[in-house]
């Protein structure tokens, strides 16, 4: 199942121009563009590791891009995503936020149906790929 | 002009016309280039290369729209001279006339030098150098006392890295970053010589001429213009003895020192205004430099040609 997650996730995968124009776009703006990765894609997971520091200082998106190239080579069976900051005041969160690469298998969500008192039911979401621990969760087996 | 769409095609016998001066004019690089002609005083071979460069890149934007190809030129340069000729000015100005020209596409300059480029241990060099350069894409990288980063007497030197990194960023990311190295000539000729990867992969070899006197009093009269001061007719005639004595004596450093001299050169002005405090000062007395801030300089004193 397709995750979809932030800007652009119901699109196809963006193509590295696409994703370099995306970028530039963020850099106009004066936002700063970070990298953060995960292999755990519950919708509730909302803190991803970070690749590297967010890049406050860099202005074109070549500079952005080594950075997005090292992630990918690096982490090719997890899900990376790019995220532009907004630091202007009353803003100061982030303002665009989109997949770049995600696993070329992905298991999906189980719904859990909890039981409780009366005929109250709590429902949970359970990610197939989370059974396996981190690092181990797609494709391959070694550990990034 | 030409916008027939036969352009694109290779040229023929009797093909489109290509008007250079119609792109000359859209780009906007006259202005860039008149500003350099405007604030540099002097630097006639460094004016001469830039306008070089400027022609080189109109003719190949032609040619690419004439569907001639090429690769595109490599722009990484050196400049050479004397402290205080100008060269991060230049360096500034460069920036903005290759993003006129298209060449770079943000313009920005990011001046570094050794300690910004060079790590303290190992394996902190690599991550350091190319920082700087992800910083610096997109714009011009200005390195500044390059010689520095090549140390021969200590082998395991980190600065040979660093010259590594930057040959392959210089290699690799060609339209992405321009790089600018920097420094006194001589140095630079031993580091060029010392690093004969790095000397093929810079194309342009700019020097930076020391002033002459006449030069270093027009720039002084447009720092002195930019500042909104004006000099006094005996002032006039000080500055220019001030100009001639300063440059015999060690340490002189071109404009540097010119600006340094006409810093020290206000506080005397201003000095000398505060001690007459009891009466008001018109504005023109704010704005005028006297002859005798200038004649209070220790230049003055130097033993053997002394005007005063």
Known sequence: MRITQGTFSYLPDLTREQIAAQIN???????????????????????????????????????????????????????????????????ETVRLSFIINRPREEPGFRLDRLEAEGRTIRYSTHTYAGQKPAGARYGGGETA | MGETGRQHQPPAGDEARYDLAALYEASDIEAALASLNAEMIGLEPVKTRVREIAALLLVEKLRNDAGLQADPPALHMSFTGNPGTGKTTVARLMADILKKLGYVRKGHLVAVTRDDLVGEFIGHTAPKTREVIKKAMGGVLFIDEAYYLFRPENERDYGKEAIEILLQAMENNRDDLVVIFAGYEEQMERFFSSNPGLRSRVAHHIEFPDYDDQELYRIAELMLGHMQYRLSGEAEEALRDYIHLRRQQPGFANAR??????????????????????????????ATIEAEDLLASRVFDEPGENRR
């Open chain 2, 257 to 286: 020192s010119i600006r340094n001299a006409l810093d020290r050169c206000r506080m005397r002005q201003a000095k000398r205004l505060f001690e007459q405090r009891q009466r008001s000062l018109s504005a023109t007395e704010l």
């Open chain 1, 25 to 91: 776009y963020c850099l106009e703006q004066g936002w700063a563009v970070s990298i953060e990765y995960t292999d755990d894609p519950h919708p509730r997971n909302t803190y991803w590791e970070m690749f590297g520091m967010p890049m406050f200082d860099i202005q074109d998106a070549a500079g952005v891009m080594v950075e997005v190239d090292r992630a990918l080579s690096e982490f090719p069976e997890y899900y990376i995503k790019v995220n532009a900051f907004d630091s202007t005041h009353g803003w």
